[in-house]
């Protein structure tokens, strides 16, 4: 990487930097663009450079969270665990990113979530961090699948929906917690629960 294509990448990142701490304090409706660039200290011309408008900071949180997905997959550390934990690994390691700043997520999350309700502001599938969570997941259940280490009878696809379901409604919960409550030992925990199952493994029969 060249140092000019290193500097435009510092240049974005502090944009951000300074957007996030604006928006936390203000929230995101009542930052404007002028006291960003005033707060980082650029020219309006630069910072729509980067981002062509501000909801494309919100773009932004998205696709580095998409980018972590990836990032987290291909980590050879996670090669040798069973499916089951690389599942866990994965997503705890999602989540402790997630909560090292809550207030910025909680901010960034929820405006995501309103500007993509109009299907015009729809992401590309691979910058979605919700659609590359399913697949992510799916393909490690396909793997498992093969290696024995998920049940073959499973439907791999409505494991995975299920999976994301209770990822996306715990970090829900928590961002919209004022308590104590880690997202990353909920979500371990609900990992453990659907990998091991609720049923009564002695009792599976029903009895009126």
């Known amino acids: 990487m060249s140092l000019r294509e290193k500097k435009k990448i510092e240049t974005k990142n502090r944009i951000f930097e300074v957007s996030g701490k604006l928006f936390k304090e203000k929230g995101f409706e009542n930052t404007t ?60 390691a999602l989540a402790e990113s ?52 998920v049940k073959v009878s499973i439907d791999a696809r409505i494991a995975a929906e299920v999976l994301n379901a209770v990822y996306f409604h715990t970090l829900v919960v928590w961002l919209k917690s004022d308590s104590e409550l880690s997202f990353s030992r909920d979500i371990s925990a609900k990992i453990d629960l659907l990998f ?9 029969g029903y009895r009126s």
């Open 33 to 92: 663009i002028d006291e960003i660039t005033k707060e980082a200290g650029i020219a309006k011309g630069t910072f729509f450079n980067y981002f062509p408008t501000k909801e494309s900071l919100v773009f932004y949180f998205a696709e580095q969270k998409a980018d972590l997905i990836y990032d987290l997959t291909e980590n050879e550390t996670i090669d040798h665990l069973h499916t089951k934990e690389k599942i866990k690994k994965f997503l705890v």
């Open 98 to 149: 997630y909560e090292k700043d809550k207030d910025l997520t909680r901010s960034l999350f929820f405006e995501y979530g309103r500007y993509i309700k109009n299907p015009r502001n729809a992401p590309d599938k691979n910058r979605n961090p919700h659609s590359r969570l399913i697949k992510t997941i799916l393909d490690l259940l396909e793997e498992g699948i093969e290696k024995r280490e």
């Open 196 to 204: 091991g199952g609720i049923g009564d493994e002695y009792n599976v």
